[in-house]
């Protein structure tokens, strides 16, 4: 481990060592627990990341305690090529006064993860910033943390009358708030977004989210792991090959199972399917944020195009059903191979034209240069991943630097990562299509050549006790971290997913604050978030 | 009786105008799928549309004040107003013509139903309605002086503001013949027409996104037949600009009398000059992208640089 020299020798006052969850990952074991912002700063200065923080009740376990997680990724420029290891800190918290100081100042990556934590365990995070809550909203009753063991995952609890949640205000002559949603004109989820407005000119965002927290990673619980995999696929519509990649391939490292070549093939493909309809839809969404309604109407029929073909690969439009722990479901036949190259001919073809048109026409190029600034150092503090993190600037694809599936495996299997430096919805959208290119290329790599050999093995009921399995899978709006734990019985005991949406909607106000309030659906599009992947 | 059958024409025509008012709008959006290689919904939609708001009941706002209710009723009897000032089938030429008002009163009473419906989206309380009036008034500030000088750069030479006198004498003055300044009024007028009926670049009728609102920001608040009341009016308001536009610069087969041949004539030639009209919004509608807000009136301004210059060439 070269990149990270030094830096055991320099924790190691603090901290105890151990190799995990994966082989080439490290776990350092803080003794104390107010060491955390010293060994967040040490790994910071050695360029990792923090790409999660999760939380686990163990209060019933030998431990008797709540844990910490910090799982940090390697990042920094001086680490390339990054090496595919995560760097996990572990703090051990007193269930009975579970306080430990914020690193939200040092590192504004962790403002959401620790007040999420704050809202679901009862963790304090002292000195942190803005303690408001985040998950939990107006009426859930004081002192109750639903990711706690001791909390009945079936309770109704009784709705206290809330206070109005304190918005940030800000005062003086000619402001103007103007409150938006939660609820909606179109058919999408529900967010809430506080402007406070000058005229036209946007002087303060606040975007509140969480209003469908379904509870899924405490539902999941105790479930096996085909059950659990059903719900992980479900987390959202957009992403469920992603999700359900990413909780097979915790669980397969947990049951230290090998996946056939051509199950990793086919899984790949399912993935870069998805990606691309996602892509290309949201090329369409742009448009129609600009209004420009030929581009909305040619993303959508792109878009309907490839999820046509994904039907018939997986039987559902969303691509569900395909993957199982263990492997695939379905083969990929000669016919449907053909279908598949014939659609990514006929799709290429009208990305360029389409492409081409919004180039040529000077009156979106006005819409989409220079709005929805978003600086390279803004994305890199807020730890941004995916298209947005890319438009900025940011080199970093987890297909490229934790490789899954069949990243890696074949010379045209390595992906090249585009990035762009403008940062603004024009950059997002030449990501986006650059991108929506590459996948191309790769599911027509796949399909020619798409190893032969068994489509699954055998994955053990329950997984061995204990063991916890780590993946980050790049879904089509950027990094997944999956984190997953099984208890003795071999079920799940923990399951956390920092969705690419979680990480990005932080960057979504600081990038609408540059804009004018007409322009905000365009920018908000330009990033295209997901609200289930956050409420999950 | 002569005065009696004239008011009769009259109404018959204006009645005609409003009526078409909504297959104009499906015109347009017919046009906008089928370049978009969509299917689309009917020409008829937009009656659908109405029948469907006339049978709804409403939903008010407990911020409206007894006003708001109005609203709807006054901004479409200020539109449909308009319509009897327009000649649309019959441009009798000299004294049969009733005085029924000019271009400037039809000018000024589309300004006052935009300015009723700014104060019913202000008085509903809603931050869109705010956002959308100030908008809206911000394109009006841009739009109506522009207007005024277009038409009024037509009417200084036909020597009346009558627009019924000024389609009918147009094939006959000299003065009336096609020159420079006609070419740049019609320029203005196309580019204020976009603005006026409330099209792409300047707005969006087909968006869903309350932020970037302009005319539908204001309508936000109102529901059920007060709704299709305005609905209605905008359709009036789209057609009564269209055929302003018409009878300023092709006021070709306009009939004198009432032989049903010249009927047919004209009715034909209302036909062939809207759809030619609704064509062009159609096609600019979907070949550009909605201005940014701050770069409308550059584009307003272009407008208002041509009537001007319109103006005041056929003045010197």
């Known amino acids: ?536 | 009786m002569d005065n009696t059958a004239a008011i009769g024409k009259i109404v018959a025509q204006a009645g005609l105008l409003v009526l078409l008012g909504p297959l104009v709008t499906g015109f347009i959006q017919k046009l906008k799928a089928r370049l978009q290689c969509r299917q689309g919904a009917s020409l008829w939609q937009p009656y659908r549309d109405l029948a469907k708001l006339l049978r709804k009941g409403t939903v008010q706002s407990d911020s409206a004040s007894p006003f708001f209710r109005a609203i709807p009723v006054l901004v479409l009897a200020a539109t449909v107003t308009t319509t009897v000032m327009l000649p649309v089938l019959w441009a009798p030429a000299g004294a049969a013509r009733l005085p029924m008002g000019d271009a400037i009163l039809l000018l000024a009473l589309l300004a006052l139903a935009r300015f009723l419906c700014a104060i019913g989206a202000l008085d509903a309380g809603g931050a869109f309605g705010g956002m959308g009036a100030s908008r809206e008034m911000t394109v009006g500030l841009l739009v109506e002086p522009a207007m005024m000088m277009a038409v009024f750069s037509v009417a200084v030479a036909g020597g009346t503001t009558d627009l019924v006198h000024l389609a009918a004498r147009r094939g006959m003055l000299p003065a009336l013949a096609w020159q420079a300044p006609d070419l740049l009024a019609l320029f203005a007028m196309l580019v204020l027409a976009l603005a006026e009926t409330g099209r792409i670049p300047v707005d969006n009728p087909d968006t869903h996104l309350e932020l970037t609102m302009l005319h539908e920001g204001m309508l936000l608040e109102h529901s059920g037949p007060g709704l299709a009341c305005i609905v209605l009016a905008t359709h009036t308001k789209q057609i009564v600009i269209l055929t302003l536009v018409a009878a300023l610069f092709f006021p070709l087969g306009l009939a004198e009398g009432s032989e049903p041949l010249e009927i047919a004539l004209a009715g034909g030639a209302l036909f062939a000059k809207l759809f030619a009209l609704a064509t062009f919004l159609g096609l600019v509608e979907s070949s550009y992208a909605k201005l940014r807000f701050f770069r409308v009136p550059q584009f307003l301004g272009l407008g208002l640089v041509c009537a001007f210059l319109a103006l005041a060439l056929r003045i010197l």
């Open chain 1, 1 to 536: 481990m070269p990149p990270l020299h030094g830096l055991e020798e320099r924790l190691a006052s603090w901290a105890e060592f151990e190799r995990g969850p994966r082989p080439q990952d490290l776990t350092v074991r803080l003794k104390r627990v107010e060491d955390v912002p010293a060994a967040v700063a040490e790994l910071c200065a050695a360029g990792m990341a923090l790409a999660s923080l999760v939380a686990t009740d163990e209060e019933a376990t030998a431990d008797r305690d709540l844990k910490l997680r910090y799982v940090f990724e390697p990042a920094s420029h001086s680490l390339r090529p990054l090496p595919d290891m995560f760097v996990t800190l572990l703090a051990s918290l007193d269930p009975a006064r579970p306080e430990l100081p914020s690193i939200a100042v040092e590192v504004p990556a962790a403002n959401w993860h620790e007040r999420e934590a704050q809202d679901l365990f009862g963790i304090v995070f002292s000195g942190h910033p803005d303690p408001r809550p985040l998950v939990v909203h107006d009426g859930w009753p004081k002192g109750l943390y639903p990711l706690r063991k001791r909390f009945a995952a079936g309770q109704r609890p009784p709705v206290e009358p809330g206070e109005e949640f304190p918005h940030l205000l800000v005062e003086g002559e000619g402001v103007l708030e103007v409150p938006v949603g939660p609820i909606h004109a179109g058919i999408i989820e529900p967010g809430h977004f506080r402007f406070s407005t000058v005229g036209e000119s946007v002087l303060n965002l606040e975007a509140r989210l969480f209003y469908t927290h379904r509870g899924l990673e405490k539902r999941i619980e105790g479930m096996t792991t085909i059950d659990a995999f059903h719900v992980a696929e479900r987390v959202c519509g957009v992403c469920s090959v992603a999700h359900g990649l990413g909780f097979c391939e915790a669980a397969e490292q947990i049951a230290e199972i090998e996946m056939p070549v051509r199950a990793r093939g086919l899984r790949t493909l399912a993935l870069e399917l998805e990606r691309l309809y996602n892509h290309l839809g949201d090329i369409g969404n742009i448009a129609a944020g600009a209004s420009y309604h030929y581009g909305t109407s040619a993303g959508l029929r792109m878009k309907e195009a490839i999820q046509q073909v994904g039907e018939r690969l997986t039987g559902n439009r969303f691509l569900r059903g395909l993957l199982v722990p263990g492997g695939v479901r379905f083969d990929l036949s000669a016919e449907l191979a053909r279908s598949i190259e014939a659609a990514m001919a006929a799709t290429a073809e009208a990305l360029a034209s389409l492409m081409e048109r919004i180039e040529n026409n000077p009156t979106v190029i006005d819409r989409l240069d220079t709005t929805g600034l978003l600086s390279l150092p803004d994305a890199i503090a807020l730890g941004m991943t995916g298209v947005g993190a890319r438009a900025s600037g940011v080199d970093r694809d987890a297909r490229r630097d934790h490789p899954h599936a069949a990243y890696g495996t074949a010379s045209d299997l390595n992906v090249t990562v585009v990035t762009e430096s403008d940062g603004d919805v024009h950059a997002r959208l030449n990501v986006r299509a650059a991108e929506a290119r590459e996948s191309m290329r790769l599911v027509r790599a796949l399909l020619a050549s798409l190893p032969s050999g068994p489509l699954r093995v055998p994955m053990p009921e329950a997984l061995p006790p204990w063991r916890i399995g780590l993946a980050a899978i790049e879904s089509p709006r950027g990094a997944a971290i999956h984190w997953l734990r099984s208890d003795s019985a071999g079920r799940v005991d923990r399951y956390h997913l920092r969705s690419a949406s979680y990480a990005n909607w932080p960057a979504v106000p600081l990038a609408a604050q540059s804009s004018i309030i007409p322009d905000f659906p365009l920018v908000n599009k330009s990033f295209e978030l997901c609200y289930s992947c956050t409420d999950r």
